[in-house]
């Protein structure tokens, strides 16, 4: 499998990697619903299986359990892939979420990471959100310590605007960035993609798939059954009117992926990978079964034609 280099660094990683969002489980803000940990465990590994090199996961996912299900899934795994978390989303006793960047807030986050992923370095430490923005610099020089450190061996942001990676230049040493990117979210299309690519800022994709959305796989029957505390019922583009609407995009995927056997996830994420600028996609997994909808589209590779057919539906269906 072809592999690239992320921005600065030395890290080689596959077109995919694995997103451990949802194998948080249950029970807090952004949640997926309930999760079965051996699922989580049993896809990691078939993901690994497959060839994918790195995780991508975060501490606030599950308020950190996710992590502590990837230490577990990792365990006896030889050679080990490359582990990605994040910083700054903190979280009182009661679960409720804050974001914090204060110099001891991002220091002891990065302690509690490395207990709970069970390694004694971090591949590449991330901000996870940009909040406060006043503090964006403090976060940074600790990000820089604990590189120093030996802790991170690389550090990132992830949905940093492109004014706040300006702020970020005089410091330099910014490996990576991961943003929302897939053809219901293309902001970072016009002025990011071409920052990144000048400054040699690895570009991370999460939700290639829009969270589920175009996998061929979400209903208006499967909206209706989602768990409570599943976050995606309460997103306008799983919503009408824009539901119908992105549905009958996922049918153009479908008509275009089923000419190479691919599913619309497949050419979903192909259509994401088809950006030099992108380096990765990060795809969430529940499931070993999930993975066979998934992993084609690390060596899919949509025509010119097919890009275009794309556009022309989207612009028809008034997306773009």
């Not at 410091?171 to 943003?179: E, F, K, R, V, W």
């Not at 008509?255 to 497949?266: A, D, L, V, Y």
């Not at 690390?298 to 097919?306: D, I, K, M």
Request: proline share 5%; aromatic share 8%; with cysteine.
């Amino acid at each position: 499998m072809q592999k690239r280099r992320l921005g600065n660094s030395d890290l080689w990683i596959t077109p995919l990697g694995i997103g451990q969002w949802a194998m948080g489980g249950g029970g807090w803000k952004f949640s997926w619903g309930p999760q079965d940990d051996g699922a989580s465990i049993a896809a990691i590994r078939a993901a690994l299986d497959a060839g994918w090199n790195w995780v991508d996961t975060a501490a606030v996912y599950g308020l950190g359990h996710a992590e502590e299900v990837l230490a577990q899934a990792l365990d006896g795994v030889s050679p080990k892939p490359y582990i990605f978390t994040k910083c700054e989303r903190c979280w009182r006793e009661n679960g409720e979420i804050y974001g914090c960047l204060k110099r001891e807030s991002v220091l002891r986050e990065c302690e509690d990471s490395l207990r709970r992923l069970r390694v004694d370095v971090i591949d590449l430490y991330q901000i996870h959100w940009p909040e406060p923005d006043a503090d964006i610099e403090e976060a940074w020089e600790a990000m820089l310590e604990l590189k120093r450190q030996g802790k991170a061996r690389w550090i990132g942001v992830s949905n940093f605007s492109l004014a706040q990676l300006r702020r970020l230049e005089q410091y330099g040493d910014i490996t990576s960035l991961q943003p929302p990117y897939n053809l219901l979210a293309r902001d970072i299309e016009s002025e990011i993609l071409p920052y990144c690519a000048k400054n040699n800022i690895g570009i991370l994709t999460y939700s290639p798939m829009h969270s589920g959305l175009l996998t061929g796989r979400m209903t208006r029957e499967r909206m209706a059954q989602l768990p409570p505390d599943d976050h995606r019922s309460r997103r306008p583009q799983f919503q009408e009117p824009l539901l119908s609407r992105n549905l009958q995009l996922v049918e153009k995927l479908r008509e275009i992926g089923s000419r190479h056997g691919r599913t619309p996830g497949e050419a979903a994420i192909a259509w994401v990978l088809r950006r030099p600028e992108v380096t990765g996609a990060i795809v969430g997994l529940r499931s070993p079964a999930q993975l066979e909808g998934v992993k084609g589209a690390a060596e899919f590779r949509l025509t010119a034609g097919e890009i275009a057919e794309i556009e022309q539906e989207m612009r028809r269906l008034g997306i773009a």
